[in-house]
């Protein structure tokens, strides 16, 4: 029971998801995902597959809002409350100082049961197989850009952007 009044905590005190992309550490990448911008990644290859072109499996896993709770993570909201505006916590200034605590309204109790897929985290870890077409006579930091496959960011489902760097020889 202390685990789901935890993450209910949590839940309540970060009420909106942040979108968090983590790329497996094979594929390397420089890049950090910010949600202004598309998710890149990067793949090597030899200089016969730059030279012929070539598909490469490409893998990779980013955290998305609860499709079954819609990022809430709860089911069945019981109750609103205008003390906290529905986050089950409120701030307490007493002098220089700010305590953040369950709302003496609401009691931290708004949903009837947390959501069963993403265990009242707000988020589910996407995983993504795919293959990446790498056309013949690409060079070196070449890029390739695979529309709609990245995570949705504000409502839009993002490109992922392939850097194709090729081995020396």
């Given amino acids: 029971m202390k685990g789901i009044l ?64 819609n990022g809430s993570g709860g089911m069945n909201q019981i109750r609103h409350c205008l003390t906290c505006s529905d986050r089950g916590k409120v701030v307490i200034e007493k002098g220089y100082f700010q305590v953040l605590t369950v709302c003496p309204e609401c009691e931290g109790k708004l949903f009837e049961k947390i959501c069963e897929q993403c265990s009242g985290d707000r988020t589910v870890t996407i995983e993504k197989n795919l293959k990446v077409k790498i056309p013949p006579n690409t060079t070196h930091h070449t890029t390739v850009r695979l529309q709609g496959v990245g995570p949705i960011c504000e409502g839009v489902r993002e490109d992922l952007l392939v850097t194709v760097e090729v081995e020396e020889m």
């Fill in 6 to 69: 935890s993450k209910l905590a949590d839940l309540i005190s970060h009420p909106n998801p942040a979108t968090n992309l983590t790329p497996p550490n094979s594929l390397e990448t420089d890049d950090e995902w910010h949600p202004e911008e598309n998710y890149s990644l990067s793949v090597v290859i030899s200089r016969h597959e730059a030279s012929t072109g070539t598909q490469k499996p490409l893998s990779f896993s980013y955290d998305e809002a609860c499709p079954t709770c």
